[in-house]
């Protein structure tokens, strides 16, 4: 009698357990399902460097492996729109991408800033020209973040904050892009990586103070590709590529399914 009554109360236990995880389990699902999500941002939100580009998304190369397309698979919101494209500056969002943003609007994603801060001319600068060369580049670009970029972001986010004041905006940060005494053996000097690294690092702080003084989350990606930078033995990012140059320094798909989307999935 005893143990049948101990049965029958693990069992009440186990059951009520299951009913509790099930009904938050719903609740969450029904609650995600409920969200209007807008994407906005550059290549690194666009998906450039994933393949499966979407056909009809032109030159903004918008990929179905883009984080963005992964957590709306995951989550099946409302409403979705995808608007971020491949090349996009500050001003690209403001003018181009913000037509899907209202009061309904629940969730936003962008990436932003590294291209108005000259990251690719920068990279074509390392991979070309002289090490010293390389970073007196890298020092201009800072210097750019430190005085211009800040006034571009706040135009952005006032602009997403006008627009949509009830979302909850996720500014997702840029990786460093390389391991130092990793695996390379050719192509840049440990100096001028440690040094696009340092650069990566400074525009990720500078987004993340704007971010927060306009309420935004800041969520940065560097953790999760601690180990899968190029020159280590499972990149997530594309080195220089001559033959397809636009996908050059950008995230793989195991990028944006194991290094972006689980980091706006923990911020969103």
Request: charged share 15%; with cysteine.
């Amino acid at each position: 009698m005893r143990l049948s009554r101990f049965t029958a109360l693990s069992s009440s236990l186990l059951l009520g357990a299951v009913l509790a995880l099930t009904g938050a389990g719903a609740a969450q699902a029904a609650e995600t399902a409920a969200l209007d999500y807008v994407a906005l941002g550059d290549s690194y939100s666009s998906g450039v460097g994933s393949g499966s580009y979407d056909s009809a998304s032109g030159d903004c190369k918008r990929s179905t492996k883009a984080y963005p397309v992964l957590w709306k698979n995951a989550n099946s919101p409302s409403s979705f729109a995808f608007t971020a494209c491949s090349g996009a500056r500050t001003g690209d969002v403001t003018a181009n991408q913000l037509g899907p943003l209202s009061t309904a609007t629940d969730l936003v994603s962008l990436t932003i800033g590294g291209n108005d801060a000259g990251f690719a001319d920068v990279m074509t600068t390392c991979v070309l020209q002289s090490e010293a060369t390389c970073i007196n580049r890298v020092n201009q670009a800072k210097s750019y973040v430190d005085t211009t970029l800040p006034g571009k972001l706040d135009a952005v986010y006032t602009a997403i904050s006008n627009k949509a004041p009830n979302a909850r905006v996720v500014v997702l940060g840029y990786p460093r892009f390389y391991k130092l005494s990793g695996s390379c053996i050719a192509g840049l000097s440990e100096n001028e990586r440690s040094a696009i690294n340092g650069a990566s690092d400074y525009l990720n702080a500078a987004t993340a103070k704007r971010a927060a003084d306009h309420g935004f989350t800041f969520a940065s990606v560097a953790p999760a590709f601690t180990g899968h930078e190029i020159c280590s033995s499972s990149a997530w990012l594309h080195s220089v590529n001559w033959l397809n140059i636009g996908e050059s320094y950008h995230p793989t798909a195991s990028g944006q399914s194991g290094g972006y989307l689980p980091t706006f999935n923990g911020a969103a």
